[in-house]
């Protein structure tokens, strides 16, 4: 016996990739529903095989399913997601709408899967730069204690969306026939260049990508008063987010010890033999669902320094993998 | 009254660039001489307008100059700026080959001319990733001291030669006509991802351009203790490098005053209103002289910790224009 499952948002990159995963990981679906705009209604998706009419969120109210899966934005997940809730739905949630609501779990399977005891129908899934490093550093945190985190990230344009990959497609094209690029998604060519900008700047001179990676961070860990910093930057990459992270400990591990520490950490792996040219790159994260982790070395001015870089699928892992984990825990599904 | 100047590896990426910088700056130039491998000897630059023949390294000796720019590997370099300098030649050299040897002095114009003083013969400039870094952060260093600094890097592929730039384009068409890229110069592929390794890997797992950046800057900073780590990555660009860079002061600053401190720091210009999307990028580096300055702002959670997001050329800036300032104030030349 399974269960009714919608998506929101299901055209997109993240919807996509959360369809995929139900077949996949053979999460145990009776019926599925999809969602999207108007302009994608009417639209099919494969799911085992068959296809799946997309219906028009405008006219088609989100209702009738057990489990939702919502990847839309923050402004459309205020109006439909508690919507849905009301209808029956316990909706896991991919935008920053609710995720510091203290009333809603934001979980990452992983570490907290304990705080999914207390959802009142709404979970939140974080940002994907923040679920690559917590899966990553809880596991630091939990055998040392977690002092100081500076993070820089190097992140795709998957992260923006299927708009912003055509926008790289095209820019790349215009300049290899000696052009030039016309940004239209973001403010600047992002072909052969990269800019340290992620969603809207602040009062304070940090953007959102950088506050949601500092906030998501110590509501995930239970560590409210974390010292943690960010530096986010968008790079001319399609797929897989990539973090340079420096740690300071509170108490002594080193590097070796935190290298172990991974090997055995779930949804870790770890690819640390530079020697052999073996560290991740987003090339290599690209489809995959586990958190690639290398270059682990001590800080050597730091006895309780340690750098580490991370690097995982923004849409899997970072997005629709997570949040079908959470799905999976809700129902008692195994995973695949 | 000029001077008689060389250029070795005149026909490579940054040795191009001197030629036309000292054309460009007006550098005092009675007679250029162009030496290269003997693949590219017998081709010829411009200098003013005139054709100049490189010679070939092998069969003409390296003598009759004034100054050299050397701009080879720490191989050559090693046989041929000793030879250089016995023949007369006040050498600059670009290569890693002498910028730790306590006889050379290593020299950022901006931030330690008078080390300049000392010479005997030989001037170290360098490594690109340093002169941006050390630019930016001397002038805070002066105002408040230093305590830790932590950088990350976006490095692109020019700093590694010309072969680097061909392979970025060519594994660039091939993945836009869908086909698998096939790294040669370097171990992974370099279009559409990035990877945390720029030149060899030591037993402490941290690769020479890492080590480079933290010796470099203790020497020219002459603070043989500073704190100071670093991952290095190589990105999707071809001109153009940035950093992420975390300081720790030793004073409380505050990014309102290091903002002012770098808008008035000789070399670098401040781009630093990211409600208006003004910060640095790559693109926006090109083919400038300055280093750029953004993302300036407050680590939230600690008094002295602040952010800066540095950017340049690094084949002027971060090479042959560091090398032909070096030469302007050996030669009390003005520069333009």
Request: glycine share 8%.
């Amino acid at each position: 016996m399974g269960w009714r499952v919608g998506v929101l948002g299901a055209t997109g990159a993240v919807g996509r990739e959360v369809v995929r995963l139900l077949e996949e990981r053979r999460f145990p679906v009776d019926a599925l529903r999809l969602w999207a705009s108007h302009r994608s209604a009417g639209d099919h998706l494969l799911f085992r095989g068959e296809k799946v009419e997309v219906e028009d969120l405008a006219s088609s109210p989100v209702e009738g399913v057990d489990f939702l899966f919502s990847a839309v934005g923050d402004q459309v997940a205020r109006e439909v997601v508690p919507a849905a809730r009301r209808a029956g739905a316990v909706v896991i949630d991919k935008s920053a709408a609710f995720r510091l609501d203290p009333e809603v779990p934001l979980v990452v399977p992983e570490v907290n899967p304990q705080d999914l005891e207390d959802h009142r129908g709404i979970v939140a899934s974080p940002n994907c730069s923040t679920i690559q490093l917590v899966v990553a550093l809880a596991p630091l945190g939990r055998e040392a204690g977690l002092e100081k985190v500076v993070v820089s990230t190097y992140q795709s344009v998957s992260g923006t969306g299927r708009e912003a990959i055509e926008e790289l497609w095209e820019q790349t094209r215009v300049v290899l026939e000696g052009g030039t690029p016309r940004p239209r998604i973001y403010p600047h060519p992002i072909a052969f260049n990269l800019f340290p900008h992620i969603d809207a700047f602040d009062e304070t001179g940090y953007c959102r990508e950088e506050l949601k990676l500092v906030r998501e961070t110590r509501k995930i860990l239970h560590l409210p008063d974390l010292a943690i910093t960010a530096t986010v930057a968008r790079v001319p990459v399609v797929v897989g987010h990539a973090e340079a992270v420096w740690v300071r400990t509170s108490r002594p591990l080193g590097a070796a010890r935190a290298r172990e520490i991974l090997a055995s950490a779930p949804g870790v792996v770890v690819r640390d033999e530079p020697a052999r040219c073996a560290y991740p790159t987003p090339r290599d994260a690209a489809g995959q669902d586990a958190v690639l982790v290398g270059r682990i070395r001590d800080d050597l001015d730091d006895p309780r320094g340690i750098w580490m870089w991370v690097v995982a699928d923004n849409l899997r892992k970072g997005a629709a993998t997570n949040a079908v984990q959470i799905a999976e825990l809700l129902a008692g599904a195994g995973g695949a």
